[in-house]
């Protein structure tokens, strides 16, 4: 793994903007796998502050998000397809039938995590895959205990993960209770890996993550096995590392 390291939270999303400027640009066709939460944020504002200035094209490319609530809309404002929209989709020239998120009010959610799984294969798999971590080590939403073999299933999230995610909720009732996510084989199988990190929140999680045993415990330790992990994590998230 390799750990670049930065100032703070505007430094490590302009970093992690180059690195998936740079992919883009050498494969004009890349299959990107995408995340959302807070992290991400500033990475896509500076994705979308490039393309409105430089052009970088993106109708070459296809997108795959990591994961997408069970029983939410896409058009509700809470679901990580507006996120995606609002965030990054509607701003770059990414033809809508090219961005994929797991379908969360399929009727058979058991096959709708087939099917998406097939999808990723499909495309050739994904070239440059973008992750979070929880602060319980999750990536996706491969909460801790996750078989390191699983691939796209559904989850029930943990207690730690709702809590986090229900500062976009009016209240911690209306998070859901389950997701759809890729599994970590799914993840694993990406070309390349770019873990972001930020935050004093998150400075245990990067800690454990780089200290520790390879265990299902702590879902992001089997990022140690992928031969091409780059991190950049910020001064906060570094903090108990130093
Ligand atoms: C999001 C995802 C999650 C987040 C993680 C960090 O698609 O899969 O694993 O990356 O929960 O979220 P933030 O960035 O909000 O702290």
Redesign the pocket.
């Known amino acids: 793994m390799k750990l670049i390291q930065a100032k703070n939270y505007e430094e490590m999303s302009e970093k992690a903007a180059a690195f998936m400027i740079q992919q883009v640009q050498s494969k004009r066709n890349s299959v990107l796998g995408l995340?959302?939460?807070?992290?991400?944020i500033g990475t896509y504002d500076r994705i979308v502050e490039d393309f409105k200035q430089s052009n970088t094209s993106y109708s070459e490319v296809h997108t795959f998000?990591?994961?997408e609530y069970v029983g939410m809309q896409p058009s509700d404002s809470n679901s990580?397809h507006s996120y995606m929209d609002k965030q990054l989709f509607r701003h770059i020239n990414l033809p809508e039938d090219h961005s994929y998120l797991p379908d969360g009010m399929a009727d058979n959610l058991q096959e709708e995590c087939q099917r998406y799984e097939q999808l990723i294969k499909d495309s050739g798999g994904i070239d440059l895959q973008l992750?979070?971590?929880?602060q319980n080590g999750?990536?996706?939403?491969n909460e801790p205990g996750a078989s390191f073999d699983s691939v796209t299933h559904i989850v029930n999230l943990t207690e730690s993960?709702r809590k986090?995610n229900a500062r976009y909720f009016e209240s911690i009732e209306e998070v859901p209770t389950q997701a759809i996510t890729m599994g970590i084989a799914t993840i694993m199988k990406s070309k390349k890996i770019l873990l972001l990190v930020s935050g004093e929140s998150k400075a245990e999680a990067i800690s454990r993550l780089i200290n520790e045993q390879i265990h299902n415990d702590n879902p992001s330790s089997v990022l140690k096995n992928h031969a091409d992990v780059t991190i950049i994590a910020d001064e906060e998230a570094l903090s108990l590392l130093k």
């Open positions: 995340a959302t939460g807070g992290t991400v998000n990591l994961d990580y992750l979070g971590i929880g999750h990536i996706g939403f993960t986090a």
